[in-house]
């Protein structure tokens, strides 16, 4: 493969994280903050009485990991692979656990499941150049 288009999908990839951290982040904060506006009674059922917990935990480990991980993409790091597959592996179970407990409620679920699995299939393919 060019190293052009080496260097294009690895900036595609190191976007795509950094826009799943900052939106992480952004969701963990509104979260933290009350989440004004989603109503409480979808977390019926689950072990939160309100979206603290989950807002933390969406802006502490997702956005903290896809930062760390659109780091290691664009300093092309040998940890980038597993860093960046880690990832997308807590992504999805965090969507699967989300889905189960509120049920699908926002077109951001899909998208973010969508991104994610656009993440994989680029590190999987991408990121095998990376220097060991």
Do not use: D
């Amino acid at each position: 493969m060019p190293e052009t288009s080496k260097k294009n999908i690895r900036y595609t990839l190191g976007i795509l994280l950094l826009l799943v951290a900052l939106n992480a982040f952004a969701g963990g904060y509104y979260g933290m903050t009350g989440a004004e506006g989603v109503p409480v009674q979808w977390l019926a059922g689950s072990p939160f009485r309100n979206y603290f917990i989950p807002g933390l935990f969406l802006f502490a480990v997702i956005g903290s990991l896809a930062l760390v991980a659109a780091i290691a993409v664009f300093r092309q790091s040998e940890l980038a692979r597993k860093i960046t597959f880690f990832c997308v592996v807590v992504i999805l179970a965090w969507l699967a656990v989300q889905v189960s407990i509120i049920g699908y409620v926002s077109w951001m679920q899909p998208v973010t499941a969508t991104i994610a699995i656009l993440i994989l299939f680029l590190q999987g393919n991408f990121l095998k150049g990376i220097k060991k």
